[in-house]
């Protein structure tokens, strides 16, 4: 089995930072990629940062330039920095990983619990 935790939500305003992270534990062969995703209210879920074994980034739009995603691979954590934080980035946020656990040959695909994220004034 395999688990993922997320930490470091909460309540900022307008213009503050957050950094989220997330650790995944469990029996875990290797990590291909993790990701955050959100999901506000009345919307979709939908992806906020990803990032690959090799360390490969890809961002949404809408948080380019804004939040940087990280990882040690050592410690199976990830982590995401959120600075300029608005309004419209109030939601849920999830950690994602595509992984391969240790009595598998296949690659698996788990969430964590999410965190909630308010920027609000």
């Known amino acids: 089995q395999v688990q ?48 690959t074994s090799v360390g490969s980034r890809n961002y949404s739009d809408s948080v380019k330039g804004r939040f940087t995603i990280s990882r040690v691979s050592a410690k199976n954590t990830m982590y995401l920095q959120m600075d300029s934080l608005k309004p419209e980035d109030t939601a849920v946020y999830y950690c994602n990983a595509d992984l391969q656990e240790t009595s598998s040959w296949y690659r698996s695909e788990y969430w964590g619990q999410g965190t909630q994220i308010t920027v609000s004034s």
């Open 4 to 51: 993922l935790v997320e930490s470091g939500g909460g309540l900022v305003q307008p213009g503050g930072s957050l950094r989220l992270s997330c650790a995944a534990s469990g029996n875990i062969f290797s990590i291909y990629s993790m990701g955050w995703y959100r999901q506000a209210p009345g919307k979709q879920r939908e992806l906020v940062a990803r990032i």
